[in-house]
Protein backbone atom coordinates (compact mmCIF):
# COMPACT_ATOMS: atom_id res chain seq x y z
CA UNK A 1 0.00 0.00 0.00
CA UNK A 2 1.45 3.66 -1.49
CA UNK A 3 2.06 6.50 1.25
CA UNK A 4 -0.38 9.91 -0.46
CA UNK A 5 1.76 12.38 -1.38
CA UNK A 6 3.86 14.69 2.16
CA UNK A 7 0.70 17.29 2.92
CA UNK A 8 -2.24 15.43 0.84
CA UNK A 9 -5.16 14.59 2.87
CA UNK A 10 -5.95 10.79 3.24
CA UNK A 11 -8.47 9.54 0.72
CA UNK A 12 -11.80 8.53 1.92
CA UNK A 13 -13.49 5.18 1.53
CA UNK A 14 -16.02 5.27 -1.42
CA UNK A 15 -19.26 4.86 0.07
CA UNK A 16 -22.76 6.64 -0.89
CA UNK A 17 -22.72 10.31 -0.71
CA UNK A 18 -24.84 12.42 2.34
CA UNK A 19 -26.22 15.69 2.34
CA UNK A 20 -26.23 17.74 4.87
CA UNK A 21 -29.30 19.49 6.09
CA UNK A 22 -28.78 22.99 7.35
CA UNK A 23 -30.08 23.13 10.87
CA UNK A 24 -33.19 25.00 12.14
CA UNK A 25 -33.22 26.99 14.87
CA UNK A 26 -34.96 27.01 18.05
CA UNK A 27 -38.21 28.62 18.37
CA UNK A 28 -38.46 29.21 14.24
CA UNK A 29 -40.54 26.85 12.48
CA UNK A 30 -39.07 24.83 9.67
CA UNK A 31 -40.69 26.63 7.19
CA UNK A 32 -38.18 30.08 8.18
CA UNK A 33 -35.26 28.32 6.91
CA UNK A 34 -33.23 30.22 4.07
CA UNK A 35 -33.42 29.17 0.69
CA UNK A 36 -30.43 28.52 -1.05
CA UNK A 37 -29.30 31.30 -3.29
CA UNK A 38 -29.48 29.92 -6.79
CA UNK A 39 -27.08 31.43 -9.77
CA UNK A 40 -28.10 34.22 -11.76
CA UNK A 41 -26.78 38.18 -12.49
CA UNK A 42 -26.79 40.25 -9.42
CA UNK A 43 -29.81 42.40 -8.88
CA UNK A 44 -29.14 46.32 -8.00
CA UNK A 45 -27.67 47.34 -4.77
CA UNK A 46 -29.45 49.52 -2.75
CA UNK A 47 -27.21 52.57 -1.56
CA UNK A 48 -26.37 53.19 2.19
CA UNK A 49 -27.73 55.80 4.19
CA UNK A 50 -24.42 58.13 3.72
CA UNK A 51 -24.99 58.41 0.09
CA UNK A 52 -28.08 59.92 0.69
CA UNK A 53 -27.03 62.42 3.55
CA UNK A 54 -23.83 63.34 0.67
CA UNK A 55 -26.58 64.27 -1.66
CA UNK A 56 -28.77 66.39 0.15
CA UNK A 57 -25.95 68.48 1.33
CA UNK A 58 -24.42 68.71 -2.10
CA UNK A 59 -27.98 70.25 -3.02
CA UNK A 60 -28.19 72.19 -0.15
CA UNK A 61 -25.00 74.04 -1.09
CA UNK A 62 -25.63 74.42 -4.65
CA UNK A 63 -28.92 76.47 -4.21
CA UNK A 64 -27.12 78.71 -1.24
CA UNK A 65 -24.58 79.48 -3.77
CA UNK A 66 -27.10 80.05 -6.52
CA UNK A 67 -29.55 82.29 -3.83
CA UNK A 68 -25.92 84.36 -3.11
CA UNK A 69 -25.54 85.34 -6.26
CA UNK A 70 -29.18 86.35 -6.98
CA UNK A 71 -28.41 88.60 -3.85
CA UNK A 72 -25.19 89.91 -4.34
CA UNK A 73 -24.99 93.31 -6.71
CA UNK A 74 -23.87 93.36 -9.69
CA UNK A 75 -20.08 93.09 -10.46
CA UNK A 76 -19.45 91.80 -7.03
CA UNK A 77 -18.49 88.42 -6.48
CA UNK A 78 -20.71 86.21 -3.94
CA UNK A 79 -19.34 85.65 -0.67
CA UNK A 80 -18.47 81.63 -0.45
CA UNK A 81 -17.77 79.68 2.58
CA UNK A 82 -14.45 80.58 2.63
CA UNK A 83 -14.98 84.45 2.53
CA UNK A 84 -17.84 84.33 5.27
CA UNK A 85 -16.80 85.47 8.54
CA UNK A 86 -17.53 82.32 10.77
CA UNK A 87 -18.57 82.21 14.40
CA UNK A 88 -17.24 81.17 17.17
CA UNK A 89 -17.48 78.19 19.01
CA UNK A 90 -20.33 78.29 21.34
CA UNK A 91 -21.25 81.87 21.01
CA UNK A 92 -22.79 84.25 18.40
CA UNK A 93 -21.76 85.19 14.51
CA UNK A 94 -18.70 87.72 14.23
CA UNK A 95 -19.65 91.19 13.23
CA UNK A 96 -17.20 93.12 11.62
CA UNK A 97 -18.28 97.09 12.23
CA UNK A 98 -16.58 99.92 10.59
CA UNK A 99 -14.28 102.06 12.60
CA UNK A 100 -15.63 105.47 13.26
CA UNK A 101 -13.06 107.96 11.99
CA UNK A 102 -12.74 111.82 12.67
CA UNK A 103 -13.73 113.81 9.58
CA UNK A 104 -10.56 115.61 8.20
CA UNK A 105 -10.14 119.30 9.34
CA UNK A 106 -10.65 121.24 5.95
CA UNK A 107 -7.45 123.77 4.88
CA UNK A 108 -7.12 127.17 7.12
CA UNK A 109 -8.61 129.81 5.56
CA UNK A 110 -5.80 132.76 3.83
CA UNK A 111 -5.13 134.67 0.85
CA UNK A 112 -5.16 131.43 -1.44
CA UNK A 113 -8.66 130.79 -0.57
CA UNK A 114 -10.62 133.71 0.54
CA UNK A 115 -11.42 136.87 -1.46
CA UNK A 116 -11.93 137.80 -4.80
CA UNK A 117 -10.36 134.20 -6.87
CA UNK A 118 -6.87 134.79 -8.89
CA UNK A 119 -7.80 135.87 -12.51
CA UNK A 120 -11.49 137.27 -12.31
CA UNK A 121 -12.19 140.34 -14.18
CA UNK A 122 -13.38 143.11 -12.38
CA UNK A 123 -15.24 145.77 -13.11
CA UNK A 124 -15.23 149.23 -11.50
CA UNK A 125 -18.02 150.67 -9.38
CA UNK A 126 -19.57 153.15 -7.18
CA UNK A 127 -21.22 153.13 -3.96
CA UNK A 128 -24.61 150.72 -4.60
CA UNK A 129 -28.07 149.82 -2.69
CA UNK A 130 -29.81 147.27 -3.77
CA UNK A 131 -33.24 147.22 -3.58
CA UNK A 132 -34.84 144.64 -5.96
CA UNK A 133 -35.19 141.40 -3.87
CA UNK A 134 -32.96 138.20 -5.29
CA UNK A 135 -30.88 140.49 -6.76
CA UNK A 136 -27.35 139.16 -7.93
CA UNK A 137 -23.83 141.54 -7.69
CA UNK A 138 -20.66 140.14 -9.27
CA UNK A 139 -17.84 140.90 -10.83
CA UNK A 140 -17.49 144.47 -9.23
CA UNK A 141 -14.82 146.56 -7.98
CA UNK A 142 -17.24 148.79 -5.17
CA UNK A 143 -15.25 152.45 -3.95
CA UNK A 144 -17.78 152.67 -1.18
CA UNK A 145 -20.66 151.02 0.58
CA UNK A 146 -23.07 148.58 0.07
CA UNK A 147 -26.36 149.56 1.01
CA UNK A 148 -28.47 146.50 0.79
CA UNK A 149 -32.81 146.88 1.61
CA UNK A 150 -34.18 143.84 -0.41
CA UNK A 151 -34.01 139.93 0.88
CA UNK A 152 -32.08 137.40 -0.90
CA UNK A 153 -29.63 139.91 -2.39
CA UNK A 154 -26.09 138.00 -3.18
CA UNK A 155 -22.56 139.28 -3.46
CA UNK A 156 -20.24 137.10 -5.19
CA UNK A 157 -16.72 137.85 -6.48
CA UNK A 158 -16.35 141.32 -5.57
CA UNK A 159 -13.93 143.94 -3.79
CA UNK A 160 -15.97 146.63 -1.69
CA UNK A 161 -13.80 149.37 0.23
CA UNK A 162 -16.51 150.40 1.97
CA UNK A 163 -17.26 153.78 4.18
CA UNK A 164 -17.93 156.07 5.90
CA UNK A 165 -19.61 153.34 8.20
CA UNK A 166 -19.66 150.47 6.95
CA UNK A 167 -18.63 148.41 3.41
CA UNK A 168 -21.85 146.45 3.66
CA UNK A 169 -24.81 146.98 5.49
CA UNK A 170 -28.00 145.19 5.67
CA UNK A 171 -31.25 147.17 6.61
CA UNK A 172 -33.26 145.52 9.49
CA UNK A 173 -36.39 143.05 8.46
CA UNK A 174 -34.21 142.09 5.38
CA UNK A 175 -33.43 138.79 5.60
CA UNK A 176 -31.57 136.02 3.12
CA UNK A 177 -28.50 138.24 2.64
CA UNK A 178 -25.34 136.26 1.76
CA UNK A 179 -21.77 137.28 0.60
CA UNK A 180 -19.28 134.72 -0.91
CA UNK A 181 -15.43 135.04 -2.43
CA UNK A 182 -15.28 138.50 -1.68
CA UNK A 183 -12.71 141.18 -0.12
CA UNK A 184 -14.00 144.26 2.04
CA UNK A 185 -11.28 146.23 2.92
CA UNK A 186 -11.16 150.35 2.79
CA UNK A 187 -8.67 151.84 1.10
CA UNK A 188 -7.05 153.53 4.27
CA UNK A 189 -7.64 151.09 7.51
CA UNK A 190 -10.32 152.92 9.68
CA UNK A 191 -11.42 152.38 13.01
CA UNK A 192 -14.88 154.23 12.04
CA UNK A 193 -16.09 151.34 9.43
CA UNK A 194 -17.29 148.29 10.42
CA UNK A 195 -16.96 145.84 7.06
CA UNK A 196 -20.36 143.45 7.44
CA UNK A 197 -23.71 144.62 9.74
CA UNK A 198 -25.61 141.44 8.88
CA UNK A 199 -29.34 141.29 9.43
CA UNK A 200 -30.97 138.13 10.47
CA UNK A 201 -30.47 135.18 7.97
CA UNK A 202 -27.05 136.20 6.91
CA UNK A 203 -24.57 133.70 5.36
CA UNK A 204 -20.78 133.98 4.47
CA UNK A 205 -18.38 132.12 2.86
CA UNK A 206 -14.51 132.64 1.50
CA UNK A 207 -14.79 135.85 2.47
CA UNK A 208 -11.09 137.80 3.48
CA UNK A 209 -11.96 140.81 5.81
CA UNK A 210 -9.17 143.24 6.74
CA UNK A 211 -8.21 147.30 7.88
CA UNK A 212 -11.91 147.36 9.24
CA UNK A 213 -13.18 148.52 13.13
CA UNK A 214 -15.25 145.22 13.34
CA UNK A 215 -15.36 141.93 10.93
CA UNK A 216 -19.35 141.03 11.05
CA UNK A 217 -21.51 141.74 13.09
CA UNK A 218 -23.68 139.15 13.58
CA UNK A 219 -27.86 138.86 13.33
CA UNK A 220 -30.23 135.96 14.30
CA UNK A 221 -29.27 132.95 11.87
CA UNK A 222 -25.95 134.30 10.76
CA UNK A 223 -23.39 131.33 9.36
CA UNK A 224 -20.24 132.56 8.68
CA UNK A 225 -17.94 129.72 7.11
CA UNK A 226 -14.32 129.47 5.48
CA UNK A 227 -13.62 132.73 6.46
CA UNK A 228 -10.43 135.34 7.11
CA UNK A 229 -10.56 138.33 9.33
CA UNK A 230 -7.63 139.90 10.28
CA UNK A 231 -5.22 142.89 10.87
CA UNK A 232 -7.98 144.77 11.63
CA UNK A 233 -7.61 148.58 12.88
CA UNK A 234 -7.22 148.85 16.58
CA UNK A 235 -5.80 152.02 17.10
CA UNK A 236 -6.00 153.86 20.49
CA UNK A 237 -9.56 153.52 21.99
CA UNK A 238 -10.21 150.62 19.15
CA UNK A 239 -12.09 147.79 20.11
CA UNK A 240 -12.37 145.79 17.24
CA UNK A 241 -13.83 142.23 16.97
CA UNK A 242 -13.42 139.97 14.24
CA UNK A 243 -17.20 138.76 15.15
CA UNK A 244 -19.68 140.58 17.37
CA UNK A 245 -23.07 138.96 18.77
CA UNK A 246 -25.57 141.52 20.58
CA UNK A 247 -28.03 139.26 20.13
CA UNK A 248 -29.76 136.86 18.50
CA UNK A 249 -30.61 132.93 17.56
CA UNK A 250 -28.89 130.11 15.87
CA UNK A 251 -25.44 131.96 15.23
CA UNK A 252 -22.78 129.24 13.47
CA UNK A 253 -18.91 130.07 13.23
CA UNK A 254 -17.25 127.51 11.66
CA UNK A 255 -13.83 126.92 9.96
CA UNK A 256 -12.91 130.62 9.94
CA UNK A 257 -9.76 132.40 10.97
CA UNK A 258 -10.50 135.19 13.13
CA UNK A 259 -7.87 137.70 14.41
CA UNK A 260 -9.34 140.47 16.79
CA UNK A 261 -8.11 143.33 19.29
CA UNK A 262 -10.79 143.00 21.36
CA UNK A 263 -11.58 139.69 20.80
CA UNK A 264 -12.15 137.23 18.24
CA UNK A 265 -15.16 136.87 19.02
CA UNK A 266 -17.63 139.29 21.23
CA UNK A 267 -20.70 138.14 22.55
CA UNK A 268 -23.68 139.43 25.15
CA UNK A 269 -27.16 139.77 25.60
CA UNK A 270 -26.79 143.11 25.04
CA UNK A 271 -29.76 143.90 22.47
CA UNK A 272 -31.21 140.42 22.99
CA UNK A 273 -31.18 136.88 24.31
CA UNK A 274 -28.77 134.48 22.62
CA UNK A 275 -29.37 130.90 22.10
CA UNK A 276 -27.73 128.28 20.30
CA UNK A 277 -24.50 129.93 19.64
CA UNK A 278 -21.97 127.50 17.89
CA UNK A 279 -18.41 128.34 17.90
CA UNK A 280 -16.60 124.77 15.78
CA UNK A 281 -13.07 124.42 13.98
CA UNK A 282 -12.08 128.21 14.06
CA UNK A 283 -8.27 129.00 14.55
CA UNK A 284 -8.86 132.12 17.18
CA UNK A 285 -6.35 134.67 18.05
CA UNK A 286 -5.83 138.06 19.64
CA UNK A 287 -8.11 140.12 22.01
CA UNK A 288 -8.13 140.54 26.22
CA UNK A 289 -10.14 137.36 26.16
CA UNK A 290 -9.77 135.74 22.53
CA UNK A 291 -13.26 134.45 23.15
CA UNK A 292 -15.55 136.60 25.60
CA UNK A 293 -19.11 135.31 25.79
CA UNK A 294 -21.33 137.17 28.41
CA UNK A 295 -24.67 137.66 29.93
CA UNK A 296 -26.33 141.27 30.17
CA UNK A 297 -29.78 142.97 30.11
CA UNK A 298 -31.66 140.05 28.48
CA UNK A 299 -29.86 137.12 30.88
CA UNK A 300 -27.26 134.44 30.00
CA UNK A 301 -26.40 132.87 26.86
CA UNK A 302 -28.15 129.67 26.31
CA UNK A 303 -27.11 126.67 24.38
CA UNK A 304 -23.61 127.83 23.91
CA UNK A 305 -21.20 125.08 22.13
CA UNK A 306 -17.37 125.35 21.40
CA UNK A 307 -15.95 122.96 19.78
CA UNK A 308 -13.25 121.95 18.10
CA UNK A 309 -11.52 125.06 17.83
CA UNK A 310 -7.68 126.17 18.34
CA UNK A 311 -6.23 129.01 20.29
CA UNK A 312 -3.52 131.08 20.26
CA UNK A 313 -1.79 132.14 23.03
CA UNK A 314 -0.92 135.57 23.93
CA UNK A 315 -4.10 137.36 24.69
CA UNK A 316 -3.92 139.78 27.50
CA UNK A 317 -6.35 137.41 30.34
CA UNK A 318 -6.73 134.25 28.68
CA UNK A 319 -7.74 132.73 25.78
CA UNK A 320 -12.05 132.39 26.51
CA UNK A 321 -14.52 133.27 29.64
CA UNK A 322 -17.69 132.03 29.01
CA UNK A 323 -20.88 133.35 31.52
CA UNK A 324 -23.25 130.55 31.67
CA UNK A 325 -23.90 126.89 30.50
CA UNK A 326 -20.91 125.65 28.04
CA UNK A 327 -21.12 122.86 26.00
CA UNK A 328 -17.27 122.46 24.90
CA UNK A 329 -15.34 119.72 23.31
CA UNK A 330 -11.80 119.02 21.71
CA UNK A 331 -10.71 122.19 21.75
CA UNK A 332 -6.78 123.19 22.02
CA UNK A 333 -3.87 125.52 21.83
CA UNK A 334 -2.38 125.71 18.40
CA UNK A 335 0.52 123.64 19.47
CA UNK A 336 -2.59 120.75 19.63
CA UNK A 337 -2.25 120.65 23.19
CA UNK A 338 -5.35 119.81 24.79
CA UNK A 339 -7.59 123.10 26.31
CA UNK A 340 -10.08 122.98 28.79
CA UNK A 341 -12.41 126.00 29.02
CA UNK A 342 -13.30 125.74 32.25
CA UNK A 343 -14.22 128.43 35.08
CA UNK A 344 -10.75 129.38 34.92
CA UNK A 345 -11.20 129.92 30.95
CA UNK A 346 -8.24 128.24 30.73
CA UNK A 347 -5.25 131.05 30.74
CA UNK A 348 -2.12 131.04 29.56
CA UNK A 349 -0.66 128.73 31.11
Not at 178 to 205: C, H, K, L, M, Y
Request: charged share 20%; with cysteine; proline share 11%.
Amino acid sequence: MSRPAHGAPPARAAGPVQTATPPVRPGRPATAARRPRTAGPPGPRRPGGWWLLVALLTAVAAAATALAAVRSPAGRPAPTAATRAQPPAGGLPAVTLPIARRPARPPRPGPATTGVPPGTALHPSGPLTVTEAGAVIEGLDVDGPVDVQASGVTIRRCRIRGGPWWGVRVHDGVTGTRIEDTEIAPATPSGQVDAIRAGAGFSGARLDVHGTSDGLKAGGGTRLEASWIHDLADGPGDHSDAVQVLGGDGIVLVGNVLEGGNAAVMASTELGPIRGLRIEGNWLSGGAYTLNVRGGPHGLPLGVRISGNRFARGATYGPAVVDGPLEQTDNSWADGRRLDLGPAGGRNR
